[in-house]
Protein backbone atom coordinates (compact mmCIF):
# COMPACT_ATOMS: atom_id res chain seq x y z
CA UNK A 1 0.00 0.00 0.00
CA UNK A 2 1.21 3.89 -0.42
CA UNK A 3 1.80 5.26 2.79
CA UNK A 4 -0.41 8.18 3.73
CA UNK A 5 -3.64 8.77 6.01
CA UNK A 6 -6.08 8.79 3.59
CA UNK A 7 -5.21 5.26 2.14
CA UNK A 8 -5.37 4.37 5.76
CA UNK A 9 -8.88 5.34 6.44
CA UNK A 10 -10.35 4.17 2.74
CA UNK A 11 -9.15 0.51 4.16
CA UNK A 12 -10.26 1.18 7.65
CA UNK A 13 -13.63 2.02 5.89
CA UNK A 14 -13.47 -1.05 3.84
CA UNK A 15 -12.94 -3.34 7.35
CA UNK A 16 -15.75 -1.20 8.73
CA UNK A 17 -17.95 -2.06 6.22
CA UNK A 18 -16.55 -5.83 6.86
CA UNK A 19 -17.47 -5.66 10.54
CA UNK A 20 -21.00 -4.32 9.57
CA UNK A 21 -21.93 -7.09 6.62
CA UNK A 22 -20.68 -10.00 9.69
CA UNK A 23 -23.51 -8.45 12.09
CA UNK A 24 -26.05 -7.89 9.42
CA UNK A 25 -25.79 -11.55 8.13
CA UNK A 26 -26.68 -12.47 11.73
CA UNK A 27 -29.85 -10.83 10.98
CA UNK A 28 -30.19 -11.96 7.45
CA UNK A 29 -30.29 -15.87 7.35
CA UNK A 30 -32.99 -16.54 9.82
CA UNK A 31 -35.69 -14.98 7.79
CA UNK A 32 -34.14 -16.92 4.36
CA UNK A 33 -35.37 -19.98 2.94
CA UNK A 34 -32.64 -23.13 2.78
CA UNK A 35 -30.84 -21.78 -0.32
CA UNK A 36 -30.91 -17.96 1.08
CA UNK A 37 -29.62 -19.54 4.15
CA UNK A 38 -26.48 -21.71 2.49
CA UNK A 39 -26.30 -17.68 0.36
CA UNK A 40 -25.80 -16.22 3.47
CA UNK A 41 -23.50 -18.62 5.42
CA UNK A 42 -21.53 -18.16 2.19
CA UNK A 43 -21.02 -14.55 2.07
CA UNK A 44 -20.17 -14.82 5.50
CA UNK A 45 -17.45 -16.35 5.05
CA UNK A 46 -16.01 -14.24 2.41
CA UNK A 47 -16.47 -11.42 4.38
CA UNK A 48 -14.76 -13.30 7.50
CA UNK A 49 -11.69 -13.49 5.47
CA UNK A 50 -12.03 -10.31 4.43
CA UNK A 51 -12.15 -8.69 7.57
CA UNK A 52 -9.11 -11.01 8.93
CA UNK A 53 -6.86 -10.05 6.01
CA UNK A 54 -7.36 -6.29 6.33
CA UNK A 55 -6.94 -6.63 10.45
CA UNK A 56 -3.59 -8.30 9.41
CA UNK A 57 -2.69 -5.57 6.64
CA UNK A 58 -3.85 -2.67 9.01
CA UNK A 59 -1.39 -4.45 11.66
CA UNK A 60 1.62 -4.67 9.55
CA UNK A 61 1.40 -0.59 8.44
CA UNK A 62 0.87 0.15 12.37
CA UNK A 63 -2.77 1.46 11.65
CA UNK A 64 -4.32 0.82 14.86
CA UNK A 65 -7.73 -1.89 13.06
CA UNK A 66 -10.93 -0.53 14.75
CA UNK A 67 -12.89 -3.38 15.94
CA UNK A 68 -16.49 -4.06 15.42
CA UNK A 69 -19.10 -2.67 16.99
CA UNK A 70 -21.07 -4.03 19.46
CA UNK A 71 -24.14 -3.16 17.86
CA UNK A 72 -25.08 -1.44 14.40
CA UNK A 73 -27.82 0.33 13.50
CA UNK A 74 -29.90 -1.47 10.48
CA UNK A 75 -31.00 1.04 7.27
CA UNK A 76 -34.87 -0.71 7.88
CA UNK A 77 -36.19 -3.35 10.36
CA UNK A 78 -36.04 -6.71 8.99
CA UNK A 79 -38.86 -8.73 9.68
CA UNK A 80 -39.15 -11.32 6.80
CA UNK A 81 -37.48 -12.99 3.98
CA UNK A 82 -38.52 -9.54 0.97
CA UNK A 83 -36.50 -7.15 3.81
CA UNK A 84 -33.85 -9.55 4.68
CA UNK A 85 -32.68 -9.59 0.95
CA UNK A 86 -33.16 -5.68 0.89
CA UNK A 87 -30.49 -5.68 3.50
CA UNK A 88 -28.29 -8.29 2.17
CA UNK A 89 -27.98 -6.44 -1.14
CA UNK A 90 -27.64 -2.60 0.79
CA UNK A 91 -24.72 -4.44 2.57
CA UNK A 92 -22.91 -6.10 -0.44
CA UNK A 93 -23.75 -2.38 -1.93
CA UNK A 94 -21.67 -0.90 0.98
CA UNK A 95 -18.80 -2.97 0.98
CA UNK A 96 -18.57 -2.75 -2.88
CA UNK A 97 -18.35 0.72 -2.56
CA UNK A 98 -15.75 0.74 0.08
CA UNK A 99 -13.35 -1.84 -1.82
CA UNK A 100 -13.85 0.00 -5.12
CA UNK A 101 -12.57 3.53 -3.14
CA UNK A 102 -9.22 1.30 -2.23
CA UNK A 103 -7.98 0.38 -5.45
CA UNK A 104 -6.51 3.03 -6.41
CA UNK A 105 -4.58 2.99 -2.90
CA UNK A 106 -3.22 -0.30 -3.69
CA UNK A 107 -0.68 -2.09 -5.37
CA UNK A 108 0.63 -5.72 -5.51
CA UNK A 109 -0.71 -8.47 -3.13
CA UNK A 110 -3.29 -5.72 -1.65
CA UNK A 111 -4.75 -4.63 -4.69
CA UNK A 112 -5.55 -8.40 -5.56
CA UNK A 113 -7.30 -8.55 -2.04
CA UNK A 114 -9.14 -5.26 -3.24
CA UNK A 115 -10.07 -6.37 -6.57
CA UNK A 116 -11.52 -9.81 -4.93
CA UNK A 117 -13.21 -8.08 -2.07
CA UNK A 118 -14.57 -5.39 -4.76
CA UNK A 119 -15.88 -7.98 -7.14
CA UNK A 120 -17.45 -10.44 -5.01
CA UNK A 121 -19.35 -8.13 -2.63
CA UNK A 122 -20.65 -6.54 -6.60
CA UNK A 123 -21.54 -9.81 -7.36
CA UNK A 124 -23.10 -10.92 -4.46
CA UNK A 125 -25.55 -7.63 -4.65
CA UNK A 126 -25.89 -8.73 -7.99
CA UNK A 127 -26.89 -12.71 -7.09
CA UNK A 128 -29.29 -10.97 -3.94
CA UNK A 129 -31.18 -8.84 -6.49
CA UNK A 130 -31.34 -12.18 -9.03
CA UNK A 131 -32.91 -14.01 -5.86
CA UNK A 132 -34.98 -11.03 -5.00
CA UNK A 133 -36.71 -11.23 -8.99
CA UNK A 134 -35.06 -7.50 -9.58
CA UNK A 135 -33.31 -6.80 -12.52
CA UNK A 136 -29.71 -8.01 -11.04
CA UNK A 137 -27.47 -5.36 -13.76
CA UNK A 138 -27.76 -1.99 -12.22
CA UNK A 139 -25.22 -0.06 -13.60
CA UNK A 140 -21.90 -0.69 -15.27
CA UNK A 141 -19.74 0.42 -13.02
CA UNK A 142 -20.44 -1.50 -9.76
CA UNK A 143 -20.13 0.64 -6.17
CA UNK A 144 -19.20 4.28 -8.33
CA UNK A 145 -21.09 7.23 -6.41
CA UNK A 146 -24.02 8.62 -8.35
CA UNK B 1 22.68 47.47 -49.76
CA UNK B 2 20.73 45.95 -52.78
CA UNK B 3 23.25 43.14 -52.87
CA UNK B 4 22.79 42.67 -49.35
CA UNK B 5 19.09 42.30 -49.62
CA UNK B 6 19.59 40.14 -53.17
CA UNK B 7 21.93 38.11 -51.13
CA UNK B 8 19.37 37.50 -48.89
CA UNK B 9 16.50 37.18 -50.65
CA UNK B 10 18.23 34.47 -52.49
CA UNK B 11 19.79 32.69 -49.69
CA UNK B 12 16.10 32.76 -47.86
CA UNK B 13 14.60 30.17 -50.51
CA UNK B 14 17.94 28.18 -49.91
CA UNK B 15 17.46 27.86 -46.10
CA UNK B 16 13.75 26.75 -46.39
CA UNK B 17 14.20 24.19 -48.26
CA UNK B 18 17.58 23.09 -45.73
CA UNK B 19 14.63 23.24 -43.27
CA UNK B 20 12.31 21.17 -45.05
CA UNK B 21 14.79 18.75 -45.56
CA UNK B 22 16.47 18.04 -41.93
CA UNK B 23 12.34 18.52 -40.45
CA UNK B 24 11.40 15.23 -39.74
CA UNK B 25 7.83 15.22 -38.78
CA UNK B 26 7.82 13.89 -34.72
CA UNK B 27 7.77 10.58 -34.20
CA UNK B 28 4.34 9.20 -33.65
CA UNK B 29 3.84 9.31 -29.76
CA UNK B 30 3.84 5.77 -28.39
CA UNK B 31 0.34 3.65 -27.99
CA UNK B 32 -1.34 4.30 -25.07
CA UNK B 33 -0.80 0.69 -22.18
CA UNK B 34 -4.83 0.51 -22.74
CA UNK B 35 -4.67 -0.04 -26.01
CA UNK B 36 -4.29 -4.23 -26.41
CA UNK B 37 -7.13 -4.14 -23.59
CA UNK B 38 -9.02 -1.51 -25.90
CA UNK B 39 -9.17 -3.71 -28.62
CA UNK B 40 -10.25 -6.48 -26.82
CA UNK B 41 -13.12 -4.81 -24.99
CA UNK B 42 -14.45 -3.84 -28.81
CA UNK B 43 -14.16 -7.35 -29.77
CA UNK B 44 -15.87 -8.42 -27.09
CA UNK B 45 -18.62 -5.90 -27.74
CA UNK B 46 -18.62 -7.31 -30.95
CA UNK B 47 -18.99 -10.78 -29.74
CA UNK B 48 -21.90 -9.94 -27.86
CA UNK B 49 -23.04 -7.68 -31.30
CA UNK B 50 -23.31 -11.28 -33.21
CA UNK B 51 -24.82 -13.23 -30.26
CA UNK B 52 -27.95 -10.46 -30.11
CA UNK B 53 -28.03 -11.14 -33.92
CA UNK B 54 -28.67 -14.81 -33.76
CA UNK B 55 -31.05 -14.69 -30.55
CA UNK B 56 -32.64 -11.32 -30.18
CA UNK B 57 -34.91 -11.85 -27.67
CA UNK B 58 -32.02 -12.54 -24.98
CA UNK B 59 -32.43 -8.51 -22.89
CA UNK B 60 -29.86 -9.66 -20.82
CA UNK B 61 -27.45 -9.49 -24.15
CA UNK B 62 -28.37 -6.19 -25.03
CA UNK B 63 -27.75 -5.38 -21.19
CA UNK B 64 -24.76 -6.63 -20.93
CA UNK B 65 -23.42 -5.10 -24.32
CA UNK B 66 -24.19 -1.86 -23.29
CA UNK B 67 -22.26 -2.27 -19.98
CA UNK B 68 -19.46 -3.12 -22.10
CA UNK B 69 -20.00 -0.21 -24.59
CA UNK B 70 -20.05 2.07 -21.04
CA UNK B 71 -16.39 0.87 -20.42
CA UNK B 72 -15.55 1.12 -24.21
CA UNK B 73 -16.32 4.70 -23.89
CA UNK B 74 -14.62 5.12 -20.22
CA UNK B 75 -11.25 3.35 -21.47
CA UNK B 76 -11.28 6.13 -24.96
CA UNK B 77 -11.79 9.29 -22.26
CA UNK B 78 -8.29 8.42 -20.65
CA UNK B 79 -6.57 7.27 -23.02
CA UNK B 80 -3.67 9.01 -24.75
CA UNK B 81 -3.43 9.17 -27.59
CA UNK B 82 -7.08 8.80 -28.10
CA UNK B 83 -7.60 4.96 -29.52
CA UNK B 84 -7.80 5.19 -33.17
CA UNK B 85 -10.71 3.09 -34.03
CA UNK B 86 -9.12 0.72 -35.64
CA UNK B 87 -9.38 -1.69 -32.44
CA UNK B 88 -6.79 -5.20 -32.13
CA UNK B 89 -8.89 -8.13 -34.04
CA UNK B 90 -10.42 -10.73 -31.51
CA UNK B 91 -8.35 -13.36 -30.72
CA UNK B 92 -8.61 -16.47 -32.79
CA UNK B 93 -8.91 -18.52 -29.44
CA UNK B 94 -12.75 -16.42 -28.61
CA UNK B 95 -15.18 -18.22 -30.82
CA UNK B 96 -17.87 -15.79 -31.65
CA UNK B 97 -21.16 -16.01 -30.07
CA UNK B 98 -19.71 -17.99 -27.05
CA UNK B 99 -20.35 -14.52 -24.92
CA UNK B 100 -19.71 -16.70 -21.44
CA UNK B 101 -16.17 -17.98 -22.35
CA UNK B 102 -15.64 -14.75 -23.64
CA UNK B 103 -16.75 -12.72 -21.06
CA UNK B 104 -14.84 -15.25 -18.75
CA UNK B 105 -11.41 -14.48 -20.45
CA UNK B 106 -12.37 -10.62 -20.54
CA UNK B 107 -12.91 -10.61 -16.55
CA UNK B 108 -9.07 -12.33 -16.23
CA UNK B 109 -7.42 -9.82 -18.99
CA UNK B 110 -9.17 -7.10 -16.37
CA UNK B 111 -8.00 -7.79 -13.61
CA UNK B 112 -4.69 -7.95 -14.74
CA UNK B 113 -5.09 -4.89 -16.50
CA UNK B 114 -6.17 -3.44 -12.82
CA UNK B 115 -2.96 -5.57 -11.27
CA UNK B 116 -0.29 -3.62 -13.33
CA UNK B 117 -2.05 -0.36 -13.79
CA UNK B 118 -1.39 2.92 -12.36
CA UNK B 119 -3.29 4.46 -9.24
CA UNK B 120 -5.24 6.62 -11.46
CA UNK B 121 -6.18 4.06 -13.52
CA UNK B 122 -6.84 1.03 -11.10
CA UNK B 123 -10.06 2.39 -10.17
CA UNK B 124 -11.83 1.98 -13.83
CA UNK B 125 -10.29 -0.93 -14.43
CA UNK B 126 -11.00 -2.54 -11.40
CA UNK B 127 -15.03 -1.29 -12.33
CA UNK B 128 -14.56 -3.18 -15.64
CA UNK B 129 -13.32 -6.66 -13.75
CA UNK B 130 -15.78 -6.21 -11.32
CA UNK B 131 -18.60 -5.29 -13.54
CA UNK B 132 -17.36 -8.61 -15.86
CA UNK B 133 -17.47 -11.03 -12.46
CA UNK B 134 -21.53 -9.62 -12.38
CA UNK B 135 -22.02 -10.59 -16.00
CA UNK B 136 -21.12 -13.83 -15.22
CA UNK B 137 -23.46 -13.92 -13.11
CA UNK B 138 -26.44 -13.36 -15.22
CA UNK B 139 -25.58 -14.75 -18.51
CA UNK B 140 -27.13 -18.30 -19.26
Redesign the interface.
Known amino acids: MTAGPDNVERLRSALMSEHAALYAYGRIGVHLNDAGRAEARAAEVAHRGRRDALVVHLDQVKASPAPADAGYTLPFPVIDETSALMLAEYVENGVTANWRSVLAATENELRRLAIDGYSDAAVRATRWRKIAGQSPLRTAFPGRPG | MLRSVFTAAAAAPALAACDLLDSEPPPPPPPDQLTEFYGQTAALIQTYETAIAATPAAA?LV??R???K??LA?LAAIMKPAPSGSPVPASPSTPRGEVRQAEQQARLAA?EA??TAP??R??LL??I???R??????LP
Do not use: K, S, W
Open positions: ITVDAHAHAICMPNATGEAAAACHLEV
